[in-house]
T-cell receptor, first 112, second 113 residues
Framework: DGGITQSPKYLFRKEGQNVTLSCEQN?????MYWYRQDPGQGLRLIYY???????QKGDIAEGYSVSREKKESFPLTVTSAQKNPTAFYLC???????????FGEGSRLTVL | AQSVTQPDIHITVSEGASLELRCNYS??????LFWYVQSPGQGLQLLLK??????LVQGIKGFEAEFKRSQSSFNLRKPSVHWSDAAEYFC???????????FGKGTRLHILP
């Protein structure tokens, strides 16, 4: 079945550590996105990519980094520079820009 | 600036009752419009979308939404809710001259037995 796979589902990190969240899609979609979700805040865009080897900052990119070396993969690194990294992270993809988004199941990151 | 407003943070309805979730947007032209649903700890699933044409849009799980240009609204409706509809619902807009979809802050739906 086609879809988006995020891993790990749960992740714990000590302060000062970088952590990478995986996002893989087999939908052959061009565009991929990372959102952060906090209670009562909706979804806020971190980074997005419309094509391989290219990506743009979203509204809250500080403290995060991404890469897009393959069409199907868009990993997100939460760096130690992110002041408040505890959150639920959602990866999504779309066939083209402004197409409907297909979401993964999410990754919950907790900083201890 | 473009924005999406969902005025109700929480809504509680009885099982079998009708439902309407409100969504208002601010944009200079007609955007693409979406409603998504999220169960706890899960990703989001698309319920329905409006791009153009008929302003009454049918979606999955018995939901529908009506685009009203004069009111800049895209309210979600269901004639009779089921306990399984308890979830968080997000309205989203995709401005046609931009490349980012903007989400509202969500409405959490509670169902009374």
């Amino acid at each position: 079945d086609g879809g988006i796979t995020q891993s790990p589902k749960y992740l714990f990190r000590k302060e000062g550590q970088n952590v990478t969240l995986s996002c893989e899609q087999n939908l052959n979609h061009d565009a991929m996105y990372w959102y952060r979700q906090d209670p009562g805040q909706g979804l806020r865009l971190i980074y997005y990519s419309q094509i391989v080897n290219d990506f743009q900052k979203g509204d809250i990119a500080e403290g995060y980094s991404v890469s897009r070396e393959k069409k199907e993969s868009f990993p997100l690194t939460v760096t130690s520079a992110q002041k408040n990294p505890t959150a639920f992270y959602l990866c999504a993809s779309s066939e083209h820009q402004l197409g409907e988004l297909f979401f993964g199941e999410g990754s919950r990151l907790t900083v201890l | 600036a473009q924005s999406v407003t969902q005025p109700d943070i929480h809504i509680t309805v009885s099982e079998g009752a009708s439902l309407e979730l409100r969504c208002n947007y601010s944009y200079g032209a007609t955007p693409y419009l979406f409603w998504y649903v999220q169960s706890p700890g899960q990703g989001l699933q698309l319920l329905l979308k409006y791009f153009s044409g008929d302003t009454l849009v049918q979606g999955i799980k018995g939901f529908e939404a009506e685009f009203k240009r004069s009111q800049s609204s895209f309210n979600l409706r269901k004639p009779s809710v089921h306990w399984s509809d308890a979830a968080e619902y997000f309205c989203a807009v995709g401005p046609r001259l931009d490349d980012k979809i903007i989400f509202g802050k969500g409405t959490r739906l509670h169902i009374l037995p």
